[in-house]
């Protein structure tokens, strides 16, 4: 499945964001906690931790919409994607193609109906086809000797209502990234707030 050609990997590090609870997003940036990984079934780029690209608004907004969130808080963090599955790339998206017909060549074969992704809205939050496809692709990545596995996916998602009438632009875009491998994370911090008193470099 999976391999690596001279240009896999991403080369630079980046900002992530991450919607929570204001005293989890301190206690982890102090090293007191660590974030756990999503397993839910309808995850959008599989199982793991996830994080707004350079995107606080969109990841304090998640937290403060979450009916679970009582004061909600960002935590930043610095990532580096390594071997990443990167869905804005043609070489990544193809491998989506083999994750499908394996999929539903597994649930022919006993007999189970295939994931659906669902929701209210045009959107589907609850994606649990595309989750499925990204697991399986993993699973064959980590049966293959030849392979090598995914230290981080990265999406991009257009959601939410069109800006402007017959835009193709949505009010809720964002790229999203799906960290694998823990040690991806290079560091956690508390995102400050601008000094007016000087330009931002």
Same mark, same amino acid.
């Given at each position: 499945?999976?391999?690596?050609?001279?240009?896999?990997? @991403?080369?630079?590090? /980046?900002?992530g964001f991450h919607g929570c609870e204001k005293n989890i997003a301190e206690k982890i940036a102090c090293g007191e906690e660590d974030l756990k990984k999503s397993i839910n079934d309808y995850d959008w780029l599989g199982n793991g931790v996830y994080f707004w690209e350079n995107n606080y608004n969109r990841a304090f907004e998640w937290a403060e919409k979450s009916k679970k969130i009582r004061?909600?808080?960002?935590?930043?963090?610095?990532? %580096? !994607?390594?071997?990443?599955?990167?869905?804005?790339?043609?070489?990544? =998206?193809?491998?989506?193609?083999?994750?499908?017909?394996?999929? !539903?060549?597994?649930?022919?074969? /006993?007999?189970?109906?295939?994931?659906?992704?669902?929701?209210?809205?045009?959107?589907? !939050?609850?994606?649990?086809?595309?989750?499925?496809? =990204?697991?399986? /692709?993993?699973?064959?990545?980590?049966? %293959?000797?030849?392979?090598?596995?995914? %230290?981080?996916? @990265?999406?991009?998602?257009?959601?939410?209502?069109?800006?402007?009438?017959?835009?193709?632009?949505?009010?809720?875009?964002?790229?999203?990234?799906?960290?694998?491998?823990?040690?991806?994370?290079?560091?956690?911090? /508390?995102?400050?707030?601008? %000094?007016?008193?000087?330009? =931002?470099?």
């Amino acid at each position: 499945m999976a391999k690596q050609s001279l240009y896999s990997k @991403r080369a630079n590090l /980046i900002i992530g964001f991450h919607g929570c609870e204001k005293n989890i997003a301190e206690k982890i940036a102090c090293g007191e906690e660590d974030l756990k990984k999503s397993i839910n079934d309808y995850d959008w780029l599989g199982n793991g931790v996830y994080f707004w690209e350079n995107n606080y608004n969109r990841a304090f907004e998640w937290a403060e919409k979450s009916k679970k969130i009582r004061e909600p808080g960002v935590l930043g963090a610095v990532i %580096d !994607l390594g071997y990443c599955m990167d869905l804005l790339d043609s070489e990544f =998206i193809q491998e989506l193609k083999i994750g499908y017909d394996t999929l !539903l060549a597994t649930m022919e074969l /006993i007999g189970s109906p295939m994931p659906v992704n669902k929701g209210t809205t045009p959107d589907k !939050l609850l994606r649990k086809l595309d989750c499925a496809v =990204i697991e399986v /692709i993993h699973t064959l990545n980590e049966e %293959d000797n030849n392979s090598v596995s995914y %230290d981080s996916v @990265r999406g991009v998602f257009w959601e939410g209502e069109e800006i402007y009438p017959g835009a193709f632009f949505k009010e809720k875009n964002h790229i999203q990234i799906c960290v694998r491998n823990p040690n991806c994370i290079k560091g956690y911090f /508390i995102p400050r707030i601008i %000094d007016g008193n000087f330009i =931002i470099p």
